[in-house]
């Protein structure tokens, strides 16, 4: 077991460290939180930057465009891009993590040729139709429905959960089409164009004031049959193929964020006063954030050897679902903490004077998202329990 | 960067562990228990004859002595297993004979309220460790009042009426450096624990049936079986880490990361154990079933080399 980085590693850190410090000062500051159009264009724009300067794609194979990097080098990526304050991934989510792996694994030759390069380049923006009000944890239970007529596909139902909706190019989406056999077996993945009629796209706000969520409501919706990603039916597995993409690196930015605000927060802790005092003399505060910031290290730790995991054998094994669970308790303390500390000044989502305590308050309520999303915690342990440990299903 | 076991480590880790499932069977606790807790010098050879105690000197790293004694907590061997280790590791001259197994080297802390000496009357020598020096005493010369019924069967102790005397043998950066050893090593079997713990629980649940169905099948039963995995898989990569930076193939941030290993895995450790109680439910508060040795053990280890708590302060002194 080794934590140094090769030869090959340092040089891989150092070439992208100094295009970083030399692209950064041109890119423009991030636009406002909800101001989605000017966000499309700084996120696409950022990831135009890293394909001409051979970044984009960092994981995907070489012959459809990607850098073809190795885990650890993603890894390091991740770290520089988050450490130097690029811009995240943002809105190229979905099609570089999600759709784009499905296709480059899945789609035929002249699908292939028409979406990879405009993900890559950020032309594209992709959306993920995938949740349903009635199919959540039960994902495969889903009854957007899509019947053959001709060479279309007639859809009819709703999806949820789908951010970007409103400014996206493409959907991944899956629909049911076949009612009468088992759940998993009736679903088909289709590439859907947003710009279809029929379709009603509504912004879902969010607890914390954000409407990067969207319902989409179809009536009637006519997708080319060519559109379909792999056979009738065969969704399913279709859309499970981008989970042999994952190499332990899906959560480093965010916990490299959390790494971040711990160190704040104890910053904060020796400048709040507190019965004559400041907050950090609090031993019980003290020790919990010192508590977390060690677990926060533990779980980077963790991270190096999923990855490590990944490029031994090219799949992480269950340390990925236990960075998930473990990430998601830690970032509620983590957020619980925070609020502890400031008190009354919790109560505005700003920052109050000079106090920086809107980005912690923030925080606190994203935490809440964390054991919901890709899984809530409760599958995340079915799964660590039924998958790792063999006891028995309850079904 | 390759932070998985190497095929030498596996093949190191997997033997440790066939031995100790042959010489050390769990079932064989309970005749422990039944002397006394009183260690048995033919075993305690058998492990140094495995070279358990002269690793290091045999080319073995920190790293590859924690995977050791991985095992070695997971199968409860009884004794001073740490001490004995470093004691032939760095005191090699002054204490021949700990590497083959024919002086046990026991270690005590100084600690408040009171100081514990384990396995006291089975030592051949002991080490007092103070703040910043390590002294070399007889065991027979301290005065101590024996525990008559020590928490964890396996592990006797006496109280130590008095800890001065004794000849200095170490000091300044080798007592921090046996300090760290010492807790990444206790972390290690600390970890092993964890996971036996898991092992007999996940058993348990998968056999046991109530409602018509095994109890494992439950969700509230698998969700504290998916936790107790959770806690013991981030104590083992905080533990590695920190041994391979004791190696000097990671980072220079010693006492940090050593601190973070210690405090996860001791609370890993007290988690399996009890909430593998939890999940034998009568059973596992019984004599008879092996769950409760776990967390007594876990319990004994918390308090080596600093419990959770003592390195999570350190952690903020160093903030």
């Given at each position: ?51 001409d ?12 465009g ?34 784009g ?125 060519a ?28 916990m490299?964020q ?71 308790d ?10 502890r ?21 923030h ?33 | ?57 045999d ?8 995977l ?38 026991g ?22 460790l ?55 090593i ?21 056999g ?8 494992g ?8 079986a ?5 806690k013991?898989?981030?104590?083992r ?12 193939n ?18 890993a ?36 080399y ?11 002194d160093?903030?």
């Amino acid at each position: 077991m080794d934590l140094r980085y090769t030869d090959q590693e340092q040089a891989f850190r150092a070439d992208l460290r100094a295009w970083l410090a030399a692209t950064l000062p041109s890119v423009a500051p991030e636009p406002h939180r909800n101001d989605w159009r000017a966000r499309r264009a700084w996120d696409t724009g950022w990831q135009r930057m890293l394909f001409d300067a051979g970044y984009a794609g960092i994981n995907w194979p070489k012959e459809y465009g990607g850098r073809g990097a190795t885990p650890t080098e993603h890894l390091i990526f991740l770290e520089e891009t988050e450490r130097m304050r690029a811009p995240y991934v943002g809105m190229n989510f979905v099609g570089l993590l999600h759709a784009g792996p499905t296709l480059v694994v899945e789609a035929s030759p002249e699908q292939k040729s028409h979406h990879l390069p405009g993900i890559l380049k950020g032309e594209h923006v992709w959306c993920q139709g995938f949740s349903e009000p009635n199919a959540g944890s039960d994902l495969a239970s889903l009854q957007c429905r899509a019947i053959r007529d001709g060479d279309d596909y007639v859809i009819t139902g709703q999806k949820i959960w789908t951010s970007f909706a409103h400014i996206a190019d493409y959907c991944e989406m899956l629909v049911r089409t076949d009612t009468e056999v088992p759940k998993h077996r009736g679903i088909t993945w289709l590439i859907l164009p947003m710009n279809l009629k029929g379709m009603d796209i509504r912004p879902l706000r969010t607890m914390e004031g954000s409407t990067e969520f969207c319902e989409v409501f179809f009536d009637e919706v006519r997708v080319p049959v060519a559109n379909r990603v792999g056979d009738e039916n065969d969704g399913w597995r279709v859309a499970m193929v981008t989970l042999s993409f994952e190499r332990g690196t899906a959560f480093v930015s965010e916990m490299l964020q959390s790494m971040e605000l711990v160190r704040d927060l104890a910053d904060l802790a020796k400048k709040v006063t507190r019965h004559q005092s400041t907050a950090w003399e609090d031993t019980g505060l003290r020790r919990d954030i010192a508590h977390l910031s060690g677990e926060l290290d533990a779980l980077w730790s963790l991270t190096k050897r999923n990855i490590s995991q990944a490029q031994r054998t090219g799949f992480v094994g269950v340390g990925g679902n236990v960075f998930k669970l473990a990430y998601s308790d830690l970032r509620q303390q983590l957020g619980d903490l925070s609020l502890r500390l400031l008190d009354r000044a919790s109560l505005s989502l700003d920052d109050i004077d000079e106090w920086p305590t809107g980005k912690h308050v923030h925080g606190r309520i994203h935490a809440l998202s964390i054991g919901i999303a890709a899984g809530t915690s409760q599958v995340q342990r079915n799964i660590v329990a039924e998958r790792t440990l063999g006891l028995p299903k309850d079904r | 960067m390759d932070f998985w076991r190497t095929e030498d480590q596996e093949a190191l880790q997997d033997g440790i562990r066939s031995f100790c499932e042959g010489r050390f069977p769990i079932e064989s606790l309970q005749l422990i228990e039944s002397s006394g807790g009183r260690l048995d010098r033919t075993a305690w050879k058998d492990l140094a004859g495995m070279g358990v105690f002269s690793l290091r000197h045999d080319g073995f790293s920190i790293t590859d002595s924690v995977l050791v004694f991985e095992e070695l907590g997971r199968a409860l061997i009884p004794g001073p297993l740490t001490a004995t280790y470093l004691a032939a590791t760095h005191l090699t001259s002054a204490l021949s004979g700990a590497d083959t197994g024919e002086m046990i080297v026991g270690l005590c802390e100084i600690a408040e309220p009171v100081t514990m000496i384990e396995h006291l009357v089975d030592l051949d020598r002991l080490l007092i460790l103070g703040p910043n020096t390590i002294s070399l005493v007889d065991p027979k010369s301290v005065p101590t009042q024996v525990v008559s019924r020590p928490l964890d069967p396996l592990t006797p102790v006496h109280v130590a009426l008095a800890t001065n005397g004794g000849e200095i043998i170490a000091s300044g950066d080798l007592v921090r450096k046996w300090r760290r050893e010492g807790a990444v090593i206790t972390a290690a079997m600390q970890v092993g624990a964890s996971f036996a713990a898991i092992d007999l629980a996940v058993e348990y649940a998968k056999g046991r049936e109530q409602f018509g169905r095994p109890i494992g099948a439950f969700q509230a039963v698998k969700h504290m079986a998916a936790d107790m995995l959770v806690k013991a898989e981030v104590a083992r990569a905080a533990t590695y880490a920190a041994a391979v930076n004791l190696d000097g193939n990671g980072d220079d941030n010693l006492d940090r990361s050593v601190s973070i290993a210690k405090m996860l895995a001791g609370d890993a450790a007290l988690f399996c154990g009890k909430t593998g109680i939890q999940i034998h439910g009568g059973m596992g508060f019984t004599w008879e079933v092996n769950a409760q040795r776990y967390w007594k053990r876990a319990v004994v280890l918390d308090t080596h080399y600093g419990n959770s708590e003592m390195h999570a302060d350190a952690l903020a002194d160093s903030m």
